[in-house]
T-cell receptor, first 111, second 113 residues
């Protein structure tokens, strides 16, 4: 079946450090891939997305590239800030009707 | 502004009582979803609806019920049969089509004592 596996957390980084959160997927078709961010006590917000192989999604300094050959969609940011502290979810959809989420990776950035 | 609203933000109930969580969207989306999130956990799908007057069970539907009488509304009832109802509940919606993203509401934190 379709599924997403993402890096276990929690992750703690110092401000301005480089961030990578790994995400790999299994899909029966051609998925669209997403990264969502959740701040404490809030709903999920779309951070970025990619709809086909080799697409790069980017937003607020975060990037992720849809790699079909490795079935991956790793999230990266060159220099994290304290305000990036949140939980990050990788997700996919094939049909646009059902969505599959990873378990989330908690990121804490310390000054 | 278009979006999804959930009310209330916090809800407290006594064990044995049914409680209904509200979810409204003005994005004109056909599909709507309910997820449950427990501390430190990912999202688990409770119910989803792709069209008015139709809905399907998700992975953890037992003890929950929904209705979809209007396109913009998808209320969730947590019944007394739900053994462990205390959780954070998230409503989402999406447009039809293979590349559509989900839009989430702010969530309702339900505490049952």
């Amino acid at each position: 079946g379709d599924s997403v596996t993402q890096m276990e957390g929690p992750v703690t980084l110092s401000e301005e450090a480089f961030l990578t959160i790994n995400c790999t997927y299994t899909a029966t078709g051609y998925p669209s891939l997403f990264w969502y961010v959740q701040y404490p006590g809030e709903g999920l917000q779309l951070l970025l997305k990619a709809t086909k192989a080799d697409d790069k999604g980017s937003n607020k300094g975060f990037e992720a590239t849809y790699r079909k050959e490795t079935t991956s969609f790793h999230l990266e940011k060159g220099s994290v800030q304290v305000s990036d502290s949140a939980v990050y979810f990788c997700a996919l959809t094939i049909t646009g009707n059902q969505f599959y989420f990873g378990t989330g990776t908690s990121l804490t950035v310390i000054p | 502004d278009g979006g999804i609203t959930q009310s209330p933000k916090y809800l407290f109930r006594k064990e044995g009582q049914n409680v209904t969580l509200s979810c409204e969207q003005n994005l004109n989306h056909d599909a709507m979803y309910w997820y449950r999130q427990d501390p430190g956990q990912g999202l688990r799908l409770i119910y989803y609806s792709q069209i008015v007057n139709d809905f399907q069970k998700g992975d953890i539907a037992e003890g929950y019920s929904v209705s979809r009488e209007k396109k913009e509304s998808f209320p969730l009832t947590v019944t007394s049969a739900q053994k462990n109802p205390t959780a954070f509940y998230l409503c989402a919606s999406s447009a039809t089509g293979p590349h559509g993203q989900q839009y989430f509401g702010p969530g309702t934190r339900l505490t049952v004592t």
